[in-house]
């Protein structure tokens, strides 16, 4: 049996689109037919509460997973209004790993550990890493089979993005090292804009064939969608967003049929 896998979608720069790529591609990969689990691993909690959990309704989330206080199936919760989108939210309580686990033996593979036995129940896991490089990413990067990049068409995030390889390399060499990067996604894009031009061809040189056909343009509806606790496919599913995410969509899937994944 074909055992599901783990995809971190890191990024330390904030407000690259992250979130919104982590969300949206679980959703139109599980529109796709694939049962798709998010693990929202960032104390925010923006998956969380993009996907409509109520934090004050939580009785589990990550954070009682990491502390073994429940196991990850007693915090899962299935998307509303769809049969195959399922989430591991998590709470502000989740800020306190880092202090918590920094002493504790193996404190990188508690992830790892965590998700081992839920691969057999879901095609993929989706792994919402906070903004930064710290303890949850590197747990995320070492229970993850590749990691998606989602990168804004701007100057200064070409500069994080060095920054974040450089920790996939360190992670790979380190503690996982089968780990890879699936692709970098080109978020925010505007066509009228030249330095989004310059951005994304200077990516394409660098990393050639790592980056993502499929290109995310600023959409209003995508900024609204969290903010009605849902996903853009079921907020406007006729929006550029929708369509543009779901256009990656179908290129991840056809990525991992490729490689004899699926």
């Known amino acids: 049996m074909r055992r599901g896998r783990v995809y971190a979608f890191a990024n330390q720069k904030g407000g690259v689109g992250k979130t919104t790529t982590a969300v949206n591609l679980a ?17 925010q909690g923006n998956a969380s509460s993009g996907l409509g959990v109520n934090v004050a309704e939580m009785e589990h989330h ?5 502390m073994n206080e429940a ?7 299935q998307v509303g209004g769809s049969g195959n989108l399922y989430v591991l939210p998590t709470h ?5 790993v880092e202090v918590e686990l920094v002493s504790t033996v193996k404190r990188e593979r508690f992830l790892s550990e ?3 036995p839920l691969k057999d129940s879901y095609d993929f896991l989706f ?3 906070p903004p930064s490089l710290g303890l949850l990413t590197i747990n995320a990067l070492t229970a993850s089979d590749a990691v998606v990049i989602p990168l804004q068409c701007e100057y200064f995030a070409l500069e994080g993005l060095s920054q974040l390889v450089r920790t996939i390399r360190l992670v790979k060499n380190s503690y996982n090292p089968t780990l890879t990067i699936e ?11 030249r330095l ?8 394409k040189q660098h990393f050639k064939k790592e980056v993502f056909e499929a290109v995310i343009p600023r959409n209003v509806r995508l900024s609204e969608c969290p903010s009605h606790g849902q996903t853009i496919h079921a907020y406007d599913k006729r929006s550029v967003g929708a369509l543009s995410y779901l256009n990656l969509g179908r290129e991840f899937v056809q990525n991992q049929k490729d490689r004899g994944v699926l």
């Open 183 to 193: 692709g970098i996604v080109l978020t925010m894009y505007d066509r009228r804009n």
């Open 127 to 129: 792994v919402d890493c």
């Open 27 to 43: 959703s139109a990969v599980a529109q796709l037919g694939y049962k798709v689990l998010v693990v929202d691993s960032d104390p």
């Open 114 to 116: 965590m998700l081992e």
């Open 92 to 96: 502000i309580d989740l800020i306190g």
């Open 196 to 203: 989004t031009h310059q951005v994304a061809k200077e990516v």
């Open 62 to 66: 990550l954070y009682h997973c990491y």
């Open 71 to 77: 196991a990850a199936g007693e915090a899962i919760r």
